[in-house]
């Protein structure tokens, strides 16, 4: 059985890849990929250089989204493409969206 989550993310791939790259289409892949509760705790940007930057609001999350960081990279890769994101960095800090 697949999980609603990842049923929702494989439907939304094609609709996101065919839209042209944008803050907000890569916050969209985020949230999908993370869960409601981690897109709330989170801020992600995407660098010029393929660098997503992620902003957690407290250790606790910098850290599960750290250790996660290779399977959520994955994810993003079915969303977006295979060269969009090609590295995550993971910082606590302050949380605004």
Known sequence: MVPAGR????ALAPVLRRQPLSQAKVRLAWAA???AAAARATVVGLRADG???VTAGTEHWRRE???ASSTIRARLRELLGP???KKITVTEGPHHA
């Open 7 to 10: 049923c929702a993310a494989r």
């Open 33 to 35: 990929t993370v869960g």
């Open 51 to 53: 660098t997503l930057a």
């Open 65 to 67: 989204t750290a250790r």
């Open 83 to 85: 060269d969009v994101v």
